[in-house]
């Protein structure tokens, strides 16, 4: 059920609409066995990184390398597929800095957390944009992207527990000291256009 916590309405007949709606709600609403769903995504992600990962470190993907973007995405996807049950703000399709955002509010992931991650999503679709827009892959040089995906992996390890295994080999310990203060999520919260931005985004990205 991954796939259904992007899943979203666009066009047709509104009935139509608030019926999917309605059944996306209630298949991200069951109460799933945490243990079982946690080593589902994990191993969907090994495969998605052994499948697209890059395998020497010279060069880093974006999306799929250990701290990529997809590192960002699976962890909210476990959140909102595991704790939909008893928190359903979580199944709104806000996108994926808005729905740290909640996690933190509801005391599943930490707020500096939240906050940096948040910051790395953003920093890596900019390069992703880039490449893209010079018709190059969504490769960059490790360094250009090592600050933005230490938050990231740190992300990762707070919501799986361990380090990924396969893909590129990134394994090095990751000692991440984050000083943020709640109130950068409080700034999070303020900014109207934040669910908006990142949709536009997700579109681009598809």
Known sequence: ???LTRA??????????????DIRNEVLCLRRELDTLRAEVKAMRKKMSDAHGTKAGELFDLKHDSGGLVDVEFPTQYLVLGHSHAHPELTGNLGNIALLRIAAELDLIPFELAAACADSYRELR????RQRLNDLQSRVPLEEAEAARRPVI????????DEMKGGQAMSEEIE???ALPRSALGALRRDPLVAAAEKLGNAVAL
């Open 1 to 3: 059920h991954q796939a």
């Open 8 to 21: 979203r309405f666009s066009a047709g007949d509104r009935a139509i609409g608030k019926g999917f709606e």
């Open 126 to 129: 900019r390069l992703q944009h």
């Open 154 to 161: 740190a992300l990762r390890r707070n919501v799986f527990g």
């Open 176 to 178: 991440l000291k984050l």
